[in-house]
T-cell receptor, first 114, second 112 residues
């Protein structure tokens, strides 16, 4: 398996623009997580899905952020409009909902909003 | 939710064992201890987990005290490539699934 796939790996955009981050989880994994990492706040859980259903979005910072999982093999995290404080590395992770529950992380998307 | 406490940084000589401590004094009976690490610019990587027995795999060993209030991750022969931030996590049960909360971790420096 190729592991968790994220795209793009790097994104530079101007304030006010819409940004869409994409994630393909590992095949057979039922849970998907979106995290954000910054120097100031560390690794923060934004939202997670079980079987394509959002379970907990309490970490989503505000209404500018939205996440979808239309099927078991694809998820998006959208920021509209983007702001400079959204600059961070965004990680997607997936895991099975049975067994030992370890998460497998993607390589991340480094977002810079100018 | 049970919280964890880890030293912010540690040094280890290459080839020696690295022992990374974690305190989780409020852990409840059905919560597991997980360890992940994050090498610079990469996503976190799962290392090992345990409930109350000591565990060992190809990467590391996990020693959990009998009262489960603390644990130690052991890298038996640390290499330069083990330089990373190591996260000790207690798995929290949540409606509809399980939520993993990452703290600040321990930055391990392996020196030649």
């Amino acid at each position: 398996d190729a592991g968790v796939i994220q795209s793009p790996r790097h994104e530079v955009t101007e304030m006010g623009q819409e940004v869409t981050l994409r994630c393909k989880p590992i095949s057979g994994h039922n849970s998907l997580f979106w995290y954000r990492q910054t120097m100031m706040r560390g690794l923060e859980l934004l939202i997670y899905f079980n079987n394509n259903v959002p379970i907990d979005d309490s970490g989503m910072p505000e209404d500018r952020f939205s996440a979808k999982m239309p099927n078991a093999s694809f998820s998006t995290l959208k920021i509209q409009p983007s702001e400079p404080r959204d600059s961070a590395v965004y990680f997607c992770a997936s895991r099975k909902t049975s067994g030992s529950y370890e998460q497998y992380f993607g390589p991340g998307t480094r977002l810079t909003v100018t | 939710d049970a919280k964890t406490t880890q030293p912010p940084s540690m040094d280890c000589a290459e080839g020696r064992a690295a022992n990374l401590p974690c305190n989780h004094s409020t852990i409840s009976g059905n919560e597991y201890v997980y360890w992940y690490r994050q090498i610079h610019s990469q996503g976190p990587q799962y290392i090992i987990h345990g409930l109350k027995n000591n565990e060992t795999n190809e990467m590391a060993s996990l020693i959990i005290t009998e009262d489960r209030k603390s644990s130690t991750l052991i890298l038996p022969h640390a290499t330069l490539r083990d330089t990373a931030v190591y996260y000790c996590i207690v798995r929290v049960a949540n409606t509809g699934g399980f939520k993993t909360i990452f703290g600040a971790g321990t930055r391990l420096f392996v020196k030649a």
